[in-house]
């Protein structure tokens, strides 16, 4: 199955290599195109990393915010969503995805137990799970977590349409064969 990545930054980083160096194709998607009305792009999945909150590291925030509408809509099709902490002690920072949930910016190492059922359950594969940093947890989400530590959420999954959303507070890159499986399994859809 055909699939290509969209990074969701003001600039290509070093993450952008890594989801190449996994054989999938990536493109840079900054805020200001994100938010415009006449941006087309065909992604399978789209990933926005840590920190998407806080304007010390990015301008992401309000372009999110003004393209929910179109987010929920590539989700209803097919798209995939990979979101990492808003590294910002703000609870409403994921107010723009099509489901409600409260983040609380907590930087820590934890312990994290995954869901085998669930598709984020390969997320953390290449690490020790024993030993996550994690930079927040949430609160205030009907689903179930597809991750934890003690009972504190710090990964979910919500499927969305056809499509599926990941959020995670792991501050760590996601497993190469989690990576391949979550961009693959997406359908290649209009943004």
């Known amino acids: 199955m055909s699939c290509r990545a969209g990074f969701v930054w003001e600039s290509k980083q070093p993450f952008c290599r890594y989801i190449e160096d996994c054989g999938i194709p990536c493109e840079v998607v900054t805020p200001q195109i994100?938010?415009?009305?006449?941006?087309?792009?065909?992604?399978s999945c789209l990933i926005i990393p840590t920190g998407f909150a806080n304007?010390?590291?990015?301008?992401?925030?309000?372009?999110?915010?003004?393209?929910?509408?179109?987010?929920?809509?590539?989700?209803?099709?097919?798209?995939?969503?990979?979101?990492?902490?808003?590294?910002?002690?703000k609870p409403d920072v994921y107010d723009w995805l099509p489901f409600s949930l409260t983040y609380r910016h907590d930087y820590q190492k934890r312990s994290v137990t995954c869901s085998s059922s669930c598709m984020a359950a390969t997320l953390l594969e290449d690490f020790d799970n024993g030993c996550i940093e994690c930079d927040g947890s949430f609160h205030g989400y009907a689903g179930t977590a597809a991750g934890s530590?003690?009972?504190?959420?710090?990964?979910?999954?919500?499927?969305?349409?056809?499509?599926?959303?990941?959020?995670?507070?792991?501050?760590?890159?996601?497993?190469?064969?989690?990576?391949?499986?979550?961009?693959r399994s997406g359908t290649q859809t209009l943004f």
């Open 55 to 89: 304007p010390q590291y990015s301008k992401l925030l309000p372009a999110l915010r003004a393209s929910s509408g179109r987010i929920k809509t590539y989700l209803e099709n097919g798209g995939n969503l990979l979101v990492f902490g808003a590294a910002i002690d």
């Open 149 to 183: 530590a003690e009972g504190i959420p710090l990964i979910l999954e919500e499927k969305v349409g056809k499509g599926c959303v990941i959020v995670t507070s792991v501050h760590e890159y996601p497993s190469r064969s989690f990576l391949r499986h979550f961009c």
């Open 34 to 43: 994100l938010a415009a009305p006449f941006f087309r792009g065909m992604f």
